[in-house]
C-alpha cells in the first residue's frame, strides 16, 4: 500500500456568485476569515489585510499550521481562497463550508492538494508530523 500521508492540506478553492457588498467589506471578510480559521480548529497567530480602491479586498490569516487566504472581485461576484492547513487536528473543508456560507456562494470549484507527502520526502508511515526536539 502506498503511503498517503502528508504533512500538510491545501484547498484551492474558486466562490462565484457571492454576495458582492460581502465582498467589499473589509471588517466583514476580516472577521468572516477568522472565524474560519478558528472553525477549522487552528491558531491563529497573525492577520493582514488590504481594501483596494475601488473595490476588492486581499488577506491572509497566519496560523500556526500555516494559512488562509483570500482575494476578492466584488463586480464579479467572485472570490479566489486558499486554505492550506498541516498537522491531524485541523480541517480545512470545515473552513471551506463556513465561508460557502458565509460570502452566499451558489457555486464553488475546490481541489484539493496534499503537501509533503511523506513518500515523497522520505518520512516513515508512522512519523509523527512534528519531531519532539
Not at 486581499?58 to 494559512?67: D, N
Not at 464553488?108 to 496534499?114: G, L, P, Q
Request: aromatic share 10%.
Amino acid at each position: 500500500m502506498k503511503n498517503n500521508r502528508a504533512l500538510g492540506r491545501h484547498l484551492v478553492a474558486e466562490f462565484f456568485e457571492c454576495l458582492p457588498e460581502a465582498l467589499d467589506d473589509i471588517d466583514f471578510v476580516v472577521q468572516t476569515m477568522r472565524e474560519a480559521a478558528v472553525i477549522a480548529g487552528a491558531t491563529i497567530v497573525d492577520t493582514s489585510f488590504h481594501r483596494f480602491l475601488p473595490h476588492g479586498i486581499s488577506g491572509v490569516v497566519v496560523i500556526a499550521e500555516s494559512h488562509l487566504t483570500i482575494h476578492t472581485w466584488p463586480e464579479y461576484e467572485y472570490a479566489a481562497i486558499d486554505l492550506f492547513t498541516c498537522g491531524d487536528e485541523v480541517n480545512p473543508w470545515k473552513a471551506f463550508d463556513y465561508l460557502r456560507k458565509k460570502l452566499k456562494s451558489s457555486r464553488t470549484d475546490v481541489t484539493e492538494h496534499s503537501r509533503g507527502k511523506y513518500s515523497d520526502i522520505g518520512v516513515p508511515e508512522g512519523s509523527p508530523h512534528k519531531i519532539a526536539t
